[in-house]
């Protein structure tokens, strides 16, 4: 990755399908919340807002996944989204996308690229 870059976790916080890791992240000069999860042995993090009504994703910290663990779910209004891609598959946002946050992982962790 390019740029400065920031430890969000360790590698062993994140479990297939399981719970996610909130963090914030620089984008345009600000400060907005984010979240990574692990889906199919690859982290993959995105801006932590519903492309529906701009609501944080998660009621509880780090819940981000619905019953079957296949989708990632709005709490508020039940939009799912696919992990991997951050599409909207099902909800009032159908065929909208998450923003995504480019994340690697690497010895044991979890970085995230800064904007500035």
């Avoid at 099902?90 to 995230?112: D, N």
Wanted: with cysteine.
């Amino acid at each position: 990755m390019v740029g400065h870059e920031r430890l969000i976790c360790s590698s062993a916080e994140l479990v297939d399908g399981g719970d996610g890791v909130r963090f914030q992240v620089t984008r345009q000069g600000g400060s907005l919340p984010a979240f990574v999860v692990r889906w199919r042995a690859m982290p993959y993090a995105y801006v932590n807002e519903c492309q529906h009504q701009s609501t944080e994703l998660d009621w509880n910290a780090g819940d981000f996944f619905d019953e079957s663990k296949l989708y990632l779910i709005c709490a508020t209004h039940g939009a799912l989204y696919d992990p991997g891609s951050g599409l909207c598959v099902s909800g009032p946002c159908h065929g909208a996308r998450l923003a995504p946050v480019k994340v690697c992982e690497r010895g044991g962790g979890i970085f995230c690229a800064e904007d500035g």
